[in-house]
């Protein structure tokens, strides 16, 4: 624990819970979403973190688990669902033979789009809330 920490005041305890409630409201809103789509909130980022890789950055198993923060073998079974779903499918790298992609069908490009147009909207609607809290929680920048 730092110094500061140890000296936050009551405003600063209310800016951190206004901050965190209105990142769980958009959080609950996007699990609900992904409920409404026929999927587990899990396997919509799993579409997002596909969809939405930096440039130069392969759709491997590994990579997918690192960019959500979860384990190789978490990775394997949400791929195994979304690939059952008909959302993703597994394809053999060009170059390296031994490297398996994964890559989004029509379906789940269809599916990746429609939440995030159903997110655009929630965040442009509620997204003033939320930059305000984090406004607070930053101090006013």
């Known amino acids: ?59 491997t198993i590994g990579e997918l688990a690192s960019r959500m923060l979860i384990r190789h073998h978490s990775a394997v079974e949400l791929v195994n669902r979304l690939t059952e779903h008909g959302a993703v499918e597994r394809v053999i790298g060009k170059t390296d033979h031994r490297e398996v992609l994964v890559r989004l069908t029509k379906k789940g490009e269809a599916l990746l789009h429609s939440l995030s147009v159903a997110h655009h909207e929630e965040l442009r609607a509620k997204g003033p809330e939320l930059m305000k809290s984090l406004g607070g929680v930053l101090g006013g920048a």
Do not use: C, W
């Not at 951190?16 to 409404?36: G, M, N, T």
């Not at 026929?38 to 939405?52: D, V």
């Open 1 to 59: 624990m730092t110094v500061r920490a140890a000296q936050l005041t009551i405003r600063e305890f209310r800016e951190l819970a206004e901050f965190r409630y209105q990142i769980r409201r958009f959080l609950r809103f996007s699990e609900d979403q992904a409920h409404a789509n026929g999927i587990e909130p899990q396997q919509h980022q799993l579409l997002l973190a596909i969809k939405g890789l930096p440039d130069g950055e392969k759709p």
